[in-house]
């Protein structure tokens, strides 16, 4: 996509970002008339994780990706000593997350099968009851393959 972001004054709707940029924009008063001012910063983009780990073990890489997150931190953390509902699970997590956060962080950990729930079958939605397990085996594994590969 083409950048139409200026320097000088310009409309709103002519800022356009560029992939993986932020458009900032700020009102400002002078001559007589309120112009919009637009600029863009250009974002840093982290490799992807299957580049950067390319000859990693899977315990690595799947480590790697559930750590990427403060969510996903925060959702293992709180999961390692006990079982939880959703609920609990925000009550204990505190401010520091919004649920839609919390709740796609969760999906992301039983997807690469750090945390499971009690549904008997797969389920789109789950129940308000529905308790959530860290799979602790797993993570421990995944942690210990990941310090002896960071340890060379």
């Not at 992301?108 to 397990?133: H, M, Q």
């Amino acid at each position: 996509m083409q950048v139409l972001i200026r320097e000088d004054a310009c409309l709103l709707t002519q800022c356009v970002p560029e992939e993986n940029s932020v458009v900032r924009s700020a009102l400002v008063r002078g001559h007589g008339a309120e112009q919009v001012r637009c600029w863009s910063a250009k974002m840093a983009v982290m490799p992807r994780t299957d580049r950067a780990l390319s000859g990693a073990p899977a315990a690595v890489v799947r480590f790697q990706d559930a750590m990427a997150a403060p969510s996903r931190v925060a959702v293992i953390q709180h999961l390692m000593g006990q079982q939880m509902t959703f609920n609990d699970l925000f009550a204990a997590v505190g401010d520091t997350q919004a649920r839609p956060t919390l709740y796609s962080a969760l999906n992301d950990l039983i997807k690469i099968g750090y945390v499971a729930d009690d549904e008997p079958e797969p389920v789109r939605r789950k129940r308000s009851n529905t308790l959530f397990t860290a799979n602790r085996t797993l993570v421990v594994e995944d942690m210990a393959a990941t310090f002896v590969y960071l340890a060379g």
